[in-house]
């Protein structure tokens, strides 16, 4: 398998399929997944001529259990290193839900001043900010955060398994075709990392201010959600990213869940392959 070593000594598990001179596309999973999120979508591309490559975030996945650093910053400076690691340049960047946090966090503070980076996109993705604040009033109040992180403390296997069955994949909605193994397969990914990098990157995705992240990005951004996103509100995510991001492309899909990039994959590949080579 391959890692690479961050400063602070994580190893950082990722994969690189393809040819070494094809354009390369970088995927960045939500929590409390890995990598393997990503297999659709990166053995569609591979398909299509693309170089594609894709890393656990640390404490998820295969990389290293450390206890701490669980933050966007330390996300997004991990996705530099497998970057530098690769020596990777005009890469497209995509991120599903805390991914997209990392991708807008990384792309502000280390792609675009490095001048590796060709295209964003985000999907589903938690930016500018989740909480409810002052400033963000329609943000999701503390007790939602607290609730999961609770949920977590008390039984992580129920956790996940609950919120994979139910509101990721809308497979809580009335006449939903409920894959199992769809569930099966995102609470095998969770239970691979640690439970306190979860616990602690509940607040990375939910506190985290990315405003001025997302007005920093001048590279042409796709930004995707459903509007029956039932884990990060749309209006308050995609919508607000939009209006931010100063050369945005912004797609609705009606009925869509927060997981369409597994239960819609074929329409969501679509339409990312098209803006790769647009």
Do not use: C
């Amino acid at each position: 398998m391959s890692y690479v070593t961050t400063q602070d000594g994580v190893e950082i598990f990722f994969k690189d399929w393809g040819a070494k001179d094809a354009q390369p596309i970088m995927f960045h999973h939500g929590w409390p997944l890995s990598s393997d999120d990503w297999d659709s979508q990166m053995l569609f591309f591979l398909a299509n001529g693309y170089r594609v490559v894709a890393h656990d975030r640390r404490g998820h996945g295969r990389s290293t259990q450390i206890g701490t650093g669980h933050d966007m910053d330390h996300y997004a400076a991990d996705a530099a290193a497998v970057v530098a690691h690769l020596d990777l340049n005009n890469v497209i960047h995509i991120g599903h839900s805390t991914g997209g946090g990392e991708v807008a966090r990384y792309v502000a503070q280390h792609g675009q001043p490095q001048g590796r980076v060709a295209k964003a996109v985000l999907v589903s993705a938690v930016p500018p900010l989740m909480l409810q604040t002052e400033g963000n009033p329609d943000g999701l109040p503390m007790a939602v955060f607290d609730g999961i992180r609770a949920g977590l403390a008390a039984n992580r296997a129920q956790l996940f398994h609950d919120f994979a069955a139910g509101p990721f994949y809308g497979f809580n909605r009335p006449g939903a075709t409920v894959v199992q193994a769809t569930i099966d397969n995102w609470w095998r990914q969770g239970m691979m990392g640690s439970a306190q990098a979860h616990y602690d990157g509940i607040a990375a995705f939910s506190e985290t201010d990315q405003t001025a992240d997302l007005k920093a990005i001048t590279v042409p951004t796709l930004v995707l959600q459903g509007d029956d996103d039932q884990v990060v509100p749309y209006k308050n995510a995609s919508v607000m990213q939009a209006e931010l991001l100063p050369n945005a492309t912004l797609k609705i899909y009606p009925g869509f869940s927060h997981g369409m990039l597994s239960v819609n994959g074929d329409v969501i590949n679509a339409d990312l392959l098209a803006f790769a080579r647009n």
